[in-house]
């Protein structure tokens, strides 16, 4: 499976830029895809993540009701609708998928086998 992300960049506070990550390549009945993002000297964290099972998505506590996830099956293109944006959201995202992932386990990073380059989201106050 390829990935490759788009979007971020310079955004105001407040602000509602989505994230888009391109597929390509084989997947399975487990297929799950997620964001995670990566601020300046922290660890790479949880953002959200959708799972073919069903098309559950997830959110991480951190921005619950601001960030929302979802697919569009036909462009096999998963986005990440990011509003009220807040300094504290500055990191790079990354999004990422997998084939056999434990559902129990989307929110651990080494469960996913394949990544998408980073893209850099910026928020200014």
């Known amino acids: 499976v390829q990935l490759q992300a788009f979007g971020g960049g310079f955004v105001q506070a407040g602000g509602s830029p989505r994230l888009s990550c391109a597929a390509s390549?084989?997947?399975?009945?487990?297929?799950?895809m997620a964001w995670f993002r990566q601020a300046p000297g922290k660890e790479r964290e949880f953002v959200a993540a959708?799972?073919?099972?069903?098309?559950?998505?997830y959110v991480a506590d951190s921005v619950e009701g601001r960030f929302t996830i979802s697919r569009d099956n036909d462009k096999n293109t998963v986005y990440l609708q990011m509003n009220s944006l807040k300094p504290e959201d500055t990191a790079v995202y990354y999004c990422?998928?997998?084939?056999?992932?434990?559902?129990?386990?989307?929110?651990?990073?080494?469960?996913?086998?394949?990544w998408g380059q980073g893209t850099l989201v910026t928020v200014s106050s």
């Open positions: 990422a998928a997998d084939n056999s992932l434990i559902l129990s386990s989307y929110r651990g990073d080494v469960q996913y086998d394949y």
């Open positions: 390549g084989r997947t399975s009945n487990r297929y799950v």
């Open positions: 959708w799972s073919r099972m069903g098309g559950r998505t």
